[in-house]
C-alpha cells in the first residue's frame, strides 16, 4: 500500500466524495491506496466466503460479506471477508457497514501486509472487533486473535492440516486444506 495525497488530513466526508476508479483506504486521516488483489488472494477469500456462507444457510446467524466500505469512527477500511451478526445487522447502510463487523478476515499481501498486521490490527481492536483473522496465502497459515478488554489474545496459528473454528460461529468448520487448495498461481 502507498499513502497518497497526504499533505492533509481527510475526512470520511472527503473519503465519500472520491470517484476516480482506484481504490483506497482511510487511515489515521491518511488516504491509503489499495492495489488490486491478486488471483492467489482472491481465491483464497472466495473459499473462506463460500465456507462460512454455506453454513449462514443453515445457520442463520447472520451475515458474511466481501469487500465492503466499513466505517469506523474517522477511519474507513475495506477488509477482504467480514461478519456481521444477526443481532447487529442495522449496521448494515445501503452503502457501507456502518460500526465495527463482529470478525474481520484480512488476507494479507506483500502490499499490504504491515498495515494490516500493524494499523488495522489496534484499529479494529479499538473500534470493537471481536475477532480479527489474518490469512498468509504465501505460508498457508491463518493467525487468530481475540480482542479482550485492552489487547488481543492470540488464538494461534493454524496451517492447511487444521480445521478452523470460531466461538462465533458455533459449529463453523473451515477446513484449511480446502482453502489454500491447488494453488500454482503466485
Known sequence: MSVILSDRVYTVWDYMQLDDGNRYELIGGKLVMVPRPRPKHQRVSGKIFYQIEDFLKKNFLGVVIQEVDVILGSDVVAPDLLFIAKDRLDLVGELNIQGAPDLVIE??????????????????????????????????????????????????????EDILTTALLPGLEIRLSEVFKGFNVR
Open 107 to 160: 488476507i494479507l499481501s506483500p502490499s499490504s501486509a504491515s498495515i494490516d498486521r500493524r494499523k488495522k490490527r489496534k484499529l479494529y481492536l479499538a473500534s470493537g472487533v471481536k475477532e480479527y483473522w489474518m490469512v498468509d496465502p504465501d505460508q498457508e497459515l491463518v493467525e487468530v486473535l481475540v480482542a479482550e478488554e485492552k489487547e488481543w489474545r492470540w488464538a494461534g496459528i493454524f496451517d492447511r
